[in-house]
């Protein structure tokens, strides 16, 4: 529990000014540009921009007193972090998620609007090509994080068919099945996440054994039969009503004996914790209709009334209080 003071509440109302800088930093492609130079002037990287040489060195000035970068004289280098994640050709580049966060401070900062309105203060389907890169690759920046060790961890041996619905850029098909080779997936998405997802399974040589197929999982049967159902991160965007038709959906494309994991940020059954399942739910709250975090209880039962047995949350405790609760189909 944090014990709070004046200092520290103040801080914590400041504290978009660090976040801010650091958007800005990456959204200009700042750290990218300082690496390709090796160092630079404020000056040169400004001429580089086509920016004003007063802001820019503002920015790096900012930039330097968060250790992202280290000044020498006039001239600034990437700090060891920032060259592994901040410069964008780095296999382990996290900008993505990023400017996603930064996509959101729009709408975050009306948070009182939609509390009064219970009504989003942004339309998801105004999303643009720069705003779904950075959802989608963000999405991947975060799954790459967990999926490598959580795709070797988890035993399905003996399954043959992945479902990873809603899946975006397939991460989660991608691990899986590099840890399965006996393994194929679907990933089921918009068609919008197309692109995106052929581009990361090629990366990964697994054009062979995943393919996308369009699907608004709200809408459509999901097409296909498969041993295991993936749901990562998809609950959270929709109401109850739509949860429960989405578990439904995925449970039918499952065959005798497959298994459903929901993988979500999972909230006690009191609503009140862990810190961050709680405050995503205001996040869903300004970005979307009826979007929320689940308690584990809300999630049970929605798999049960679906048709799943076994219902049991594994001991799984991923980045930001993120969960896993399995179900297998009679």
């Keep these: ?3 709070w003071n004046a200092g520290r509440l103040l801080d914590l109302s400041g504290s978009y000014w660090q976040a801010c ?3 800005a930093g990456v959204k200009l492609g700042l750290f990218t540009i300082i690496q390709s130079a090796g160092d630079a002037s404020a000056k ?3 001429g580089r921009l086509g920016s004003h040489e007063r802001g820019t060195a503002v920015l790096l000035n900012a930039l330097a007193a968060m250790n992202l970068l280290v000044k020498s004289g006039e001239r600034y280098a990437n700090s060891p ?3 592994t994640f901040l410069v964008k050709d780095s296999p382990q580049y996290i900008g993505y ?8 401070v729009e709408a975050w900062a009306r948070l009182d609007q939609a509390v ?5 203060t942004r339309r998801r389907d105004h999303f643009g090509h720069e705003e779904r890169e950075a959802f989608l690759m963000g999405m991947f920046n975060l799954a790459m994080g967990i999926a490598p060790g959580l795709a070797e961890a988890m035993d399905i041996k003996g399954m043959r068919r992945f479902l990873d619905l809603g899946g975006g850029a397939g991460t989660y098909a991608i691990h899986f099945c590099l840890a399965n080779p006996d393994l194929e997936a679907t990933v089921a998405d918009l068609p919008g996440s197309r692109p995106f997802a052929e581009k990361t399974i090629a990366r990964f040589g697994l054009s062979d054994r995943i393919s996308f197929v369009p699907c608004n999982y709200l809408q459509d049967d999901i097409p296909g039969l498969y041993d295991v159902a993936w749901l990562s991160h998809i609950l959270h ?3 109850p009503d739509e949860c429960q038709m989405i578990i439904h959906r995925a449970a039918s494309a499952l065959s005798s004996g497959g298994m459903m994991m929901i993988h979500d940020f999972i909230l006690n059954d009191e609503s009140d914790g862990p810190l961050f399942p709680a405050v995503f739910s205001l996040n869903m709250l300004v970005n979307t209709e009826k979007g929320r975090s689940y308690t584990e209880g809300q999630i049970r039962d929605m798999m049960t009334r679906a048709g ?7 001991a799984f405790e991923g980045p930001n209080a993120s969960g896993i609760v399995t179900g297998l189909k009679p």
């Design 116 to 120: 009064v309105s219970g009504r989003p």
């Design 1 to 3: 529990m944090r014990d």
């Design 21 to 23: 800088t650091l958007h």
């Design 237 to 239: 965007g929709d109401g």
């Design 97 to 104: 998620m990023v400017m996603h966060h930064h996509h959101l």
């Design 308 to 314: 799943l047995r076994q219902v049991r949350r594994l």
């Design 81 to 83: 972090f920032s060259k």
């Design 44 to 46: 040169e990287i400004a």
